[in-house]
């Protein structure tokens, strides 16, 4: 089986939803994601595993998109099996 090329080293940003509750918040005054983290893909993967697993469905990361196997938007389900996949490369 042939996997397309990741680069885990490209340009990432971990986001997190303002939140209450463990929940997104909606009754902000800024009701999109922010910044916690600046590094790399694999540096936001592994920042974003960190987390609590309750509270992981509030990040996201942002990055270039690679292929078919890569989003702009990564959201954390995607980035647990995006994980999973770079211990294997």
């Known amino acids: 089986m ?13 986001k997190k939803w303002p939140s209450k509750n463990n929940e ?3 009754d902000v005054a800024w009701p999109i994601p922010y910044s916690v983290f ?5 540096a936001c993967l592994t920042k974003l595993l960190t987390q609590p697993l309750g509270q992981r469905h ?3 990361i942002h ?6 196997l890569i989003p702009a938007v990564i959201s ?7 994980a999973r ?5």
């Open 24 to 26: 997104r918040a909606k």
């Open 58 to 60: 509030l990040y996201q």
């Open 76 to 82: 954390a389900e995607l980035a647990v099996e995006l």
């Open 38 to 42: 600046d590094g790399t893909l694999d």
């Open 2 to 14: 042939e996997y397309p090329e990741t680069d885990f080293y490209a340009p990432a940003v971990l």
């Open 63 to 68: 990055t270039a998109p690679q292929g078919e």
């Open 85 to 89: 996949l770079r211990d294997f490369l």
